[in-house]
């Protein structure tokens, strides 16, 4: 650790309360009923934020204060909470941070599949993260997509086994679930004392000590506990777990791989400074137990949140760039520093207005100050900022370096954009989200509201970058699509709710995709002659396949000016506009490059309209002779199943063209894997509910697009060309 008077003097305004050394920024992150939720009540309860506990199945807690959060038991949104907490000296146990009170800003974060972009924009903003996994099931589908967007955002965890005290489960498998499934270089630094009704507390491996819970009050009181020697059962498997932590702990920091080699003891405190220095480093996964919902574990995690997870000088200051330049700045956290941030989400608030999220990389922000963003190049002045407690606003008159916080009231902000001084001109990387693979058509069911819904979608759509409203332009029907069913209905109940308009919905459609399989030449012309000046357009394209998910590149190849400069753009924009509208079917073109190579021009009567025509001309030509084919989104499904239905479960999944790729045993239950088109899956929650009498569940996330067989072409180009408005 750095020297904390030398750090306050150079990254911290004398004004702040909590240094940044002291600060934590944090996610609590999983699949879908691991135990988010809970255990982020559970640490608000113990750092003394709320006094009463609530329950995701009462719906009273903090984090999930939406209605429709309330009713279905899940995380919608992402919701940020401030909170704080001060180490305690125990009897026998090292701390790092005795008696120092640190602030901590959690994020607990959806685990529902369908509202994934909540993920993928907290972890862009986050120091660390909690990865919760339920000590029953170990990893499922939905806690490998959160554990890759935090190794794709770099953001180093801890892990948290939850849900110790249900039957069935088990600390070493769901371990050893983390290294094969997750690749995780994980080490235990809580053991577990008994499990499922036998589940008594754990044992503090760094120190070699066990923590054994007593009785308490499960609503409004925290649980006594005992810090006491391991009990003798245990002390085997205690020393052994110490073993292998230093020895994972030597292969990847030299200090420790030293003390090894020189034989040396290695004291609490060094070794924990090491796992800090790991963690940080994403170099470590340190691994805790408990269960959140008898409150058992929590304060040694939040202990372990404290001493492992880094502050914000702790990671590699954030990168960014000079706007239309290739210079990268870096933006170190500095209170001293000129202001710097992110605006990672959007949200409109009954009685505030609209709200910007934003995490706060350099220097300071008061109200008063002017703003600058440097997508739309314009200023403007700070009148209100706040900090979120769940439902709940506090004004603030600053925030600082680190700190993540609301400002109210900002113009033609989306989610993404960097907030800066002007003369400080950067922008930082913006989160990256997926494409909506469902869609269905809307209207209102009175005319009346036609107004009140645009506006109503209109605002969605800005505090949700994965859902899209558009209108087909063939049908007029308004469109909109997003990432699952779950997804749009939420969508449909928030116009009700918070627009009050009543919406009809089509049929949910799929979200085909087109692609080539082979290059191509295509040509195109526009040519009108009617009387007065004419028109005058042509392009002459090459296509060619790109890499699966490269995307689309647009390449300007012409040579002697055959189309002069100022024309490029409107080809340029007659195939980008073709991409988006499809070729092949009406949907969407993805993974081709196409190269603008020829083409003529006449000195009257050519102008930009003529050469957009010509581009989208010569792409529908090009797309004809390459080979065009149909994608179909394809879902990973896991379908946990007691074993007398597993062959009935099996064949379903068959008939809906599944691809089994494993069948597990687990705890009693047999787990299914398999990739099905999307297609297929609709109505499955009653299909599995049917076939197992109730006893079997599943999940299921995105995974790849896949060529539509010609079994089934047909079909989806008979329903596309009799539905145009299922388009997108």
Known sequence: MSDPAAINQSVNSPQRQYPLERTRNFGICAHIDAGKTTTTERILFY???????????????????MEQEKERGITITSAAVTSFWTQKKEAGLQKNFEGIAHRINIIDTPGHVDFTAEVERSMRVLDGAVAVFCGVAGVQPQSETVWRQAT???????????????????????????????????????????????????????????????????????????????????????QTALAELIDAVSNKDDSIAELVLEDKPISAPVLKAAIRRLTCKIELIPVLCGTAFKKKGIQVLIDAVVDYLPSPLDIPPAQGMVPDTETSLE?????????????????????????????????????????????TRKRERVSRLMVIQGSERKDVDSVYSGDIAALVGLRNITTGDTLCNEDFDIALEPPTFPEPVISMAIEPKSKADQDKMSQGLQRLA???????????????????????????????????????????????????????????EGEGKFIRQSGGRGQYGHAIIDVEPNEKGKGIEILNKVVGGTIP???????????????????????????????????????????????KMAGIFALKDAFAQAGPILLEPIMKVEATTPDEYQGDI????????????????????????????????????TAIRSLSKGRASYSMEPFSFEQVPNSVLTTVMDAAKKRPAARS
């Open 462 to 520: 800005e505090e949700d970058p994965t859902f899209r409203c558009f209108t087909n332009e063939e049908t007029g029907q308004l469109i909109i699509a997003g990432m699952g069913e779950l997804h749009l209905e939420i969508i449909r109940d928030r116009l009700k709710r918070e627009f009050s308009v009543e919406a009809d919905a089509g049929a949910p459609q799929i979200a085909y995709r087109e692609t080539i399989t082979k290059p191509a």
């Open 331 to 375: 933006v170190p956290p500095n209170d001293n520093s000129k202001f710097c941030s992110l605006a990672f989400k959007l949200w409109t608030d009954p009685y505030a207005g609209k709200l910007v999220f934003f995490r706060v990389y350099s220097g300071q922000l008061k109200k008063g100050d002017s703003i600058y963003n440097p997508r």
């Open 152 to 238: 794709k955002y770099k953001v180093p965890r801890i892990a948290f086994v939850n849900k110790m005290d249900r039957t069935g489960a088990n600390f070493d498998n769901a371990l050893n679930d983390m290294r094969k499934k997750l690749g995780a270089y994980a080490f235990p630094i809580y053991l577990n004392i008994g499990a499922e009704d036998k589940f008594a507390g754990v044992i503090d491996v760094v120190n070699q000590k066990a923590i054994i819970w007593g009785e308490g009050d499960l609503t409004n009181e925290g649980l006594k506990y005992e810090i006491t020697e391991i009990p003798e059962a245990h002390k085997e498997r205690a």
């Open 565 to 611: 400069k100022e024309y490029i753009p409107a080809v340029h924009a007659g195939i980008e506009e073709a991409i988006k509208s499809g070729v092949y079917a009406g949907f969407q073109v993805i993974d081709i490059k196409v190269s603008i190579k020829d083409g003529s021009f006449h000195e009257v009567d050519s102008n930009e309209l003529a050469f």
């Open 47 to 65: 750092t003394g934020l709320i006094h009463k506990i609530g329950d995701v199945d009462d719906g009273n807690t903090v984090t999930d204060w």
């Open 650 to 685: 099996l064949g379903d999944i068959n008939r809906r063209r599944g691809m089994i790729q494993g069948v597990d045993a687990k705890n009693g239950q047999t787990v299914l894997t398999a990739q099905v088109p999307l297609a297929e899956m609709f109505g499955y929650a």
